[in-house]
């Protein structure tokens, strides 16, 4: 792209539409909005197509030292392309979903998901630590807004539980970030995570971070924002908190816990495993008695975080890369599944699971896509999420048999509640007579659900797309962590490979496909 | 003594006090309705200060700065620059005003006066170099400031601002006094200089209890916790522009007073004060946030709020670096910015007959029923509140990265923690003015004066200010290497 400042211009045009949304109409700021968000697909996408793989680690750079104390430096790896990849591809849809539902407000609504998507995009290119800090905070504004506007009955509440829960986690964060900067004198985010901090500072700082993600993330027992955020935000508001603000979270450990204290992340790497094995089970349980669709849901996420902390905490590839795809396949799986809610809720105005049933006679195409979204949020074989989920479990048998035990019963207790959530919306009987006579997806719904479904699908069978980007990036920061990497219990041995394959006949005849086929 | 050099050092007093000297004449003869002219004449003669000012500020020629009148007085950057704050922060407070009181007859020549009297002896606070010319400008601009707080007559409340403002700061006054004494008397001078040296070997009992005097006296001046009662019941009694000037214009010159005869007079004794304005920071920050959240009066709220504000300006201080002195006059020039921008927001909510709206609850649904002045008041809270982009987030930055780099980490933590808690009631304000349903009282019409001070206030505040961190920062290192390595 010769030199043509791409992060900027992906920066830059949420901006100007949020500016002219301002002051336009309500069906004009619907369109601006939209095409703006297209017009940021269409950049993310030659971002992507640009991104030379296993060429220099950090690319698109851009450097302008206008600040002082620190400058607007861009930049991105792969791990942060896939990222604001999943960004602006939830985008358009975000917008697409609040299309008719939102009917106040609607330039104000439009300017601060506009907002919101240029602060995401900025957190994943920051190469700054303060520009990442202003980023990450401002985020919280137009959230805030979001929540509290056009949010549900309880929006009040939920948005100043959302507000003051963040803030608090990231001033200490703050904090460390001054004393990082004061002790190595720069606040270039690439030499950072090269920096080796004392021992004995690392456990602080470390300790400042955590405080900061882990409210992000969300971890327990700090989630408990998540639940409330999500029942009261509108359905796109979810799609993004879900889709891609809980992904800063995991980010922020990924660009900073790990590499900048490798030390202090394996000395605590207990914290974050024992949280993480509590989250599992314990909001599983919770999601499996919930009555209300969007709780479930949220509840789902954080269990589905818990995967992503303890695969990035596994210390190899394996547990980073599946994180990795944890969160990529939780933000489309998981905004899916809120636009699911999404679509019956614009039919119905409630989101009990009880007022539904039978939805698969009258709605079938709709039951098609939800049955998809279930399974790939369980973790079925041909889903994104089952790629993720392997990975990163796989990851985590090499340090820890445990931990690993109890995250996979958090997978059993997965497909319970969200079969069981499928079962009571989409199956049984059609108990009532206004859920039965609800209409089937129409396009502007197709629309939505269409390239989510395609994406999961595509990252299902061929995930080696999107681990390609970020391949040797995990790779860096694998040998970067090899010097804390605790040993494990497992004690794996590489084997001798055979020379043919288990399952080959003795003449070579009839070939059998191993694949998972009676899994449906 | 070379009296021209010394009357040009002094330029920007000498200049102000002869502009208000002819502006009494004016008044006198005018009368009342000389009110709108005394008060375009008063805004000039600021910029004409401010000019004098930033000319010494500018011009490498005096980038040593140069003591007047046998050492009473000092020029310098840190000087200026907080002289600039103050003549910007004056002029903000009269070009709002006429408008102001028009709807009664109050308004009168001798506000402008008052206010050019207050600028000279809040010029020479900061300028100070001896203690005896720090009381005789602190006395100057608080006899202005107590006729100021009792200005609207018909109004008690005004009256009372003013009886209790003047009672509680001639209590302060005394209370600062005694400290001078004690100081005196244990360094046998009154020059910022000579107490330096008398105190270089060591501090005796008694001139501790001076220090400890002095600064309490000055804690008053600047609101700080546990001398803050008066401020909310005078910010709420008094005129809402005599408010914006309280909250502006007199706190730069407290605190630049404070850190001059901090860093300089008591220079080589930090650790003796240091622990009392770690203390009177974190306490105001305390108090600041945790009494705002009970009001329902936005001026009262405000109140609570500049304490709060004054508590983190401290812990610039409390660093007691050069960094720290600098950060501090970062976060005084943006908070200037911010109280200026909310008391102009809160000045301009009027009901359909002209009166003003104090109550928060009044404000609710102001987001759709003047979207603007909601956006700028909403921007002004949460710059107030820290949350960047805004720019009022640069100034905690600023402060915090000082504390940092002075190895305070437990103080910048604790500070910063208890910075979530004023979070909240901004995020209260913010929450009537967008999520409630429209209360339907604020529909008054502003006037154009009241937007042009305000959309200057919401540029600096808005991201845009992010743009200025550097010509800031260098005028902000300049002057604190003034002080620091003074004497």
């Known amino acids: ?520 | 003594m070379d009296y021209a050099n010394s009357l040009y050092l002094t330029g920007p007093e000498v200049f102000l006090s002869v502009s208000g000297l002819i502006l009494t004449l004016l008044a006198a003869w005018g009368g009342r309705p000389s009110a709108r002219y005394t008060t375009i004449l008063a805004v000039a003669a600021l910029f004409g200060a401010g000019a004098l000012t930033a000319q010494f500020l500018i011009n490498d020629a005096y980038s040593l700065g140069g003591d007047a009148f046998g050492g009473l007085y000092r020029m310098d950057a840190f000087g200026s620059m907080a002289k600039l704050l103050i003549y910007a922060a004056a002029i903000g407070c009269l070009i709002v005003t006429p408008r102001f009181f028009d709807k009664g007859t109050e308004y009168r020549p001798e506000y402008p006066l008052l206010v050019v009297f207050a600028a000279v002896g809040m010029g020479m606070m900061v300028s100070a170099a001896d203690l005896m010319t720090l009381y005789i400008g602190l006395e100057m601009s608080s006899l202005a400031s107590y006729v100021l707080a009792s200005f609207a007559r018909s109004d008690g409340r005004s009256a009372e601002a003013g009886l209790k403002y003047f009672v509680l700061g001639a209590l302060a006054s005394g209370i600062l006094l005694y400290g001078i004494s004690l100081v005196y008397g244990f360094a046998g001078s009154t020059s910022y200089p000579a107490i330096r040296a008398a105190f270089d070997g060591g501090l005796g009992t008694g001139a501790m209890f001076g220090i400890v005097f002095v600064l309490a006296g000055l804690a008053f001046k600047i609101s700080a916790v546990p001398f803050h009662m008066w401020t909310p019941d005078v910010y709420e009694g008094a005129p809402t522009p005599v408010t914006t000037f309280f909250a502006t214009a007199p706190k730069v010159a407290a605190i630049a007073m404070t850190a001059r005869i901090s860093l300089d007079a008591f220079g080589n004794q930090v650790d003796v004060w240091r622990q009392i304005v770690i203390f009177a920071a974190l306490a105001s920050i305390l108090v600041g946030a945790l009494g705002a959240i009970g009001q329902s009066n936005v001026k009262r709220l405000l109140a609570y709020s500049s304490i709060n504000n004054v508590g983190f300006i401290l812990i610039g201080l409390a660093a007691g670096t050069a960094a720290g002195t600098s950060a501090m006059l970062v976060y005084l020039a943006i908070y200037v910015a911010m109280s200026l921008g909310s008391f102009v927001a809160v000045l301009m909510m009027r009901d359909a007959a002209g009166n003003q709206v104090e109550s928060i609850a009044d404000m609710a649904g102001l987001s759709r029923t003047n979207p603007m002045l909601a956006l700028c008041l909403a921007a002004m809270m949460l710059s107030l509140a820290g949350i960047p982009p805004l720019f009022g987030f640069w100034g905690k930055f600023v402060v915090f990265q000082a504390a940092v780099e002075a190895d305070l980490v437990v103080l910048a933590a604790i500070g910063i923690a208890a910075s979530v808690i004023g979070a909240f009631y901004y995020l209260k304000i913010v929450k009537i003015m967008y999520f409630d349903e429209p209360a339907e009282v604020v529909t008054g019409k502003s006037d154009l004066s009241h937007w042009a001070v305000l959309a200057i206030c919401a540029i600096v505040v808005s991201p845009l200010g992010y743009l200025a961190t550097k010509p800031l920062g260098v005028l902000a290192d300049r002057a604190a290497a003034a002080l620091v390595f003074a004497g």
């Not at chain 1, 789902?300 to 969160?327: D, P, R, W």
């Not at chain 1, 009990?352 to 195409?365: A, F, Q, V, W």
């Open chain 1, 1 to 520: 792209m010769g030199g043509f400042p791409i992060l900027s211009a992906m920066l830059l045009v949420p901006l100007v539409a949020a500016m002219a949304c301002l002051l336009v109409r309500a069906g004009t700021a619907r369109s601006i909005a939209l095409v703006a968000t297209l017009l940021n697909l269409a950049l993310g996408i030659a971002l992507w197509a640009n991104y030379d793989i296993g060429g220099a680690q950090w690319q698109f750079t851009e450097r302008h030292e206008i600040f002082q104390g620190f400058s607007y430096a861009l930049g991105i790896d792969g791990i942060a392309l896939l990222l604001i990849v999943l960004s602006v591809f939830l985008m358009p849809i975000c917008i697409l979903a609040s299309w008719e539902s939102i009917q106040k407000r609607v330039g104000e609504y439009m300017a601060a998901f506009l907002i919101m998507e240029l602060l995401m995009i900025g957190v994943f290119a920051a190469q700054d630590m303060f520009l990442f800090y202003i980023f990450f905070e401002a985020g919280l504004i137009p959230m805030y807004l979001i929540i509290g506007i056009w949010g549900g009955a309880n929006r009040i509440y939920a948005s100043y539980k959302f507000f003051l829960y963040t803030l608090l986690g990231s001033v200490l964060m703050l904090i460390a970030m001054l004393w990082m900067v004061n002790a190595s004198g720069t606040t270039d985010i690439p030499t950072l995570m090269n920096y080796d901090f004392p021992v004995k500072a690392q456990t602080w700082l470390w300790l400042a971070f955590f405080a900061s993600f882990a409210v992000k993330m969300p971890m327990w027992p700090v989630h408990t924002w998540l639940p409330d955020a999500h029942v009261q935000a509108p359905t796109a508001g979810s799609v993004i908190l879900a889709g891609v603000l809980l992904k800063m979270g995991g980010y922020g450990f990924i660009r900073f816990s790990l590499p900048m204290f490798p030390e202090a992340s394996a000395q605590l790497m207990w914290v974050i495993f024992v949280l993480s094995m509590a989250a599992v089970v314990i909001t599983s349980l919770i999601a499996l008695v919930q009555h209300d669709m969007k709780k479930l849901i949220a509840y789902s996420s954080v269990a589905h975080m818990a995967i992503v902390t303890v695969g990035l905490f596994s210390f190899n590839v394996q547990g980073l890369e599946g994180s990795m795809i944890v969160m990529l396949s939780h933000g489309l799986v998981s905004g899916a599944l809120f636009l699911c809610v999404g679509v019956i809720y614009d039919r119905l105005h409630t989101r009990e699971i009880d007022r539904y049933g039978g939805l698969s006679i009258n709605m079938p195409h709709y039951a098609l896509l939800f049955m998809l979204f279930t399974m790939a949020s369980v973790g079925l074989p041909g889903t994104s999420g089952f790629v993720g989920e392997f990975l990163s479990l796989a990851g985590i048998y090499k340090v820890s048999t445990t931990v690993t035990l109890v995250c996979t019963t958090g997978i059993i207790l997965g497909a319970a509640y969200m079969l069981y959530l499928y079962r009571r919306v989409a199956f049984g009987e059609q108990k009532n007579a206004d859920a039965a006579a609800m209409s089937d997806l129409n396009l502007r719904e197709w629309l939505m659900l269409g390239p989510i479904a395609a994406a999961v699908l595509w990252m299902g069978v061929y995930p080696e797309s999107f681990l390609a980007p970020m391949r040797k990036d995990i790779a860096a920061l694998d040998a970067r962590l090899s010097r804390a990497a605790p040993s494990g219990d497992a004690h794996l041995v590489a084997g001798e490979p055979k020379a043919e394959a288990a399952n080959a006949m003795p003449e070579g005849v009839g070939e059998h496909e191993a694949t998972a086929e009676g899994a449906h």
